[in-house]
């Protein structure tokens, strides 16, 4: 069995290739990774801050609003993007939780503009939440997927 140390080194180069190479990964680059593997040394190399505006423009906001939405403080945004250094982990996973919220609620409803309004509107089942208000946590998210998972089967609006 390869010791603890050469396990590290195995890992290395896809990680660093996320953050050595582009201080930060993009949320494009993201959207359009090949494999759940490569997503995931995205989100752990951190988003750069500058790339969610693209992004959130869909959801009629800027990077920093959306940011802010889902939990990262204004200043810490406003210091990422400053000092050119990319969003911490966890900052960086909320991100990743409303784009794939997002590619499921296009799958349920079958349409951008239409899952975009969903996420955006207080839903019932939901208990009149605003399902994007929900995903600056875990069990907000699970909350949104169950709902989604519900609208899918047929047993929620």
């Known amino acids: 069995m390869p010791s603890r140390k050469a396990l590290h080194s195995v890992r290395e180069p896809a990680l660093a290739y996320s953050v050595a190479e582009t201080g930060g990964a993009s949320v494009l680059a993201y959207l359009h990774a090949d494999s ?22 869909q959801f ?16 810490t945004y ?13 900052d960086s ?3 990743a939780r409303l ?4 590619r499921a609620a296009i799958r349920v409803f079958g349409d951008e503009d239409a899952a975009r309004q969903w996420l955006a509107s207080p839903v019932p089942v939901l208990e009149g939440a605003v399902p994007i208000s929900l995903l600056a946590t875990t069990p907000g998210h699970q909350a949104v997927m169950n709902a989604l ?9």
């Open 99 to 102: 784009i794939e919220v997002e």
């Open 36 to 57: 759940a593997l490569e997503r995931d040394h995205m989100v752990r190399g951190g988003f750069e801050p500058a790339s969610l505006d693209a992004f959130a423009s």
């Open 60 to 75: 009629g906001r800027s990077g920093r609003s959306l940011a802010q939405l889902l939990g990262v403080a204004p200043a």
């Open 149 to 157: 998972r519900r609208i899918m089967a047929g047993t929620a609006a």
């Open 93 to 95: 996973d909320r991100i």
């Open 78 to 90: 406003d210091r990422r993007v400053r000092e050119g250094k990319p969003l911490s982990q966890d």
